[in-house]
């Protein structure tokens, strides 16, 4: 760990340092996951699927951010690399060969269904208030992009 001036303890920081590594391999993950639907989708609602799978990668992108910053402020290292990611991503892999719209939005569902909310409770019992606070904010926002997506397929 690199000295900081934060008020919580070492081992709380180092805890929390390993989780938020762990969610930065799925974010880092999750981001390609989103990036291989975008490139490969077809169907008659394209532009617009392609356009918010678009969308929802870059707030993936941005969940990394979160998430590193986060790692490093306390000290840690943010290990964030696709070599990483792929060796520690808990993401079920990502169906390569689909290209139906129907079948990627399916898949990117099952993806951002695979929330943080495991990572709010592991943060809340290690003690450190601002990393639940983060994860919180994280859910949220998967919730929101989950909406989005779900949203294009039509009620049965």
């Known amino acids: ?17 390993e989780l938020l590594n762990r969610r930065l391999a799925a974010a880092v993950d999750l981001h390609g996951q989103l990036k291989q639907a975008q490139w490969n989708v077809r169907g008659p609602s394209f532009i617009g699927v392609h356009a918010l799978f678009d969308k929802v990668a870059r707030e993936a992108d941005d969940y990394s951010d979160l998430i590193a910053e986060r790692a490093a402020g306390l000290g840690g290292v943010a290990e964030g690399t696709v070599q990483v990611a792929s060796e520690r991503s808990f993401l079920i892999p990502y169906p390569l060969r689909i290209a139906d719209e129907n079948q990627h939005i399916f898949a990117v569902a099952a993806t951002l269904g695979q929330s943080t909310r495991d990572a709010i409770g592991q943060s809340e019992t290690v003690g450190d208030a601002d990393t639940t606070d983060r994860f919180a904010g994280i859910s ?13 397929v039509a009620p049965k």
């Open 140 to 152: 949220r926002g998967v919730d929101h992009q989950l909406r989005l997506v779900e949203s294009h």
């Open 1 to 17: 760990m690199h000295p900081t001036h934060k008020t919580l303890c070492e081992n709380i920081r180092t805890q929390s340092v």
